[in-house]
């Protein structure tokens, strides 16, 4: 396991704020790594970073070429402000959103130093041994000769920070992380056959 990124580590401290009741820096250091990610892709695509505040450039890179639409409307989630009682819509979850987003960009730089795995091109699946729905959903993939890594986060503290970060603090297994940057969390075997373009059994 590589060393974390800043974007991993602004990550681990918006799930660490967040656990402590502050939510309100939990956003800011969200929005944080959102920006520390963006940076890495601007210089690995030889992009002139704007000048300016995180903020500033996750407005750039929602106008920019670089992502795709979904990835565009995401951003723009960093950028809304909070109504009078300092709350944002309740389907936007800021530090989710960032985790995912991060991997996103992670996976998009194809490199093992730059992604939570060895291997970004491979299916990820973020596990515990004595869970089962992990051992089902690991079932699924060896039955139909499905290439996947398996992590387990009892035994990788980084990792298990991560399962934290896309699940809203929580530990939730199995976390299926997809080269296209998608994941499902806890999936049911029917969903995530149909993710895998398998036929459903009769």
């Given at each position: 396991?590589?060393?974390?990124s800043?974007?991993?580590?602004?990550?681990?401290?918006?799930?660490?704020?967040r656990?402590?009741?502050f939510?309100?820096r939990?956003?800011?250091?969200?929005?944080?790594?959102?920006?520390?990610?963006?940076?890495?892709?601007?210089?690995?695509h030889?992009?002139?970073?704007?000048?300016?505040?995180?903020?500033?450039?996750?407005?750039?890179a929602?106008r920019?070429?670089?992502?795709?639409?979904?990835?565009?409307?995401?951003?723009?989630h960093?950028?809304?402000?909070?109504d009078?009682?300092?709350?944002?819509?309740?389907?936007?979850?800021l530090?989710?959103?960032?985790a995912?987003?991060?991997?996103?960009v992670?996976?998009?730089?194809?490199?093992?130093?730059?992604?939570?795995?060895?291997?970004?091109?491979?299916?990820?699946?973020?596990?515990?041994?004595?869970?089962g729905?992990?051992?089902?959903?690991?079932?699924?993939?060896?039955?139909?000769?499905?290439?996947?890594?398996?992590?387990?986060?009892?035994?990788?503290?980084?990792a298990?920070?991560?399962?934290?970060s896309?699940?809203?603090?929580?530990?939730?297994?199995p976390t299926?992380?997809f080269p296209?940057?998608?994941?499902?969390?806890?999936?049911?075997?029917?969903?995530?056959?149909?993710k895998?373009?398998?036929?459903?059994?009769?």
């Open positions: 396991m590589h060393d974390l800043e974007a991993e580590k602004l990550l681990s401290k918006a799930v660490e704020y656990q402590s009741g939510e309100g939990a956003r800011v250091t969200a929005r944080l790594a959102v920006a520390s990610s963006l940076r890495s892709l601007y210089q690995e030889k992009e002139l970073l704007p000048a300016g505040s995180a903020l500033d450039l996750i407005r750039d929602a920019s070429d670089l992502l795709s639409k979904d990835q565009k409307s995401l951003l723009e960093f950028t809304l402000k909070v009078e009682e300092y709350n944002l819509p309740k389907e936007i979850d530090v989710t959103e960032a995912e987003f991060v991997e996103f992670n996976i998009q730089l194809n490199g093992a130093n730059q992604s939570m795995s060895d291997n970004p091109q491979k299916i990820k699946i973020y596990a515990t041994s004595w869970c729905g992990s051992r089902r959903a690991r079932n699924i993939f060896d039955t139909n000769h499905i290439d996947y890594e398996w992590i387990d986060i009892d035994e990788n503290v980084e298990g920070k991560f399962v934290e896309v699940n809203r603090g929580y530990r939730s297994v299926i992380v296209d940057g998608t994941i499902l969390t806890e999936p049911s075997s029917a969903d995530l056959m149909k895998l373009g398998l036929s459903l059994p009769f």
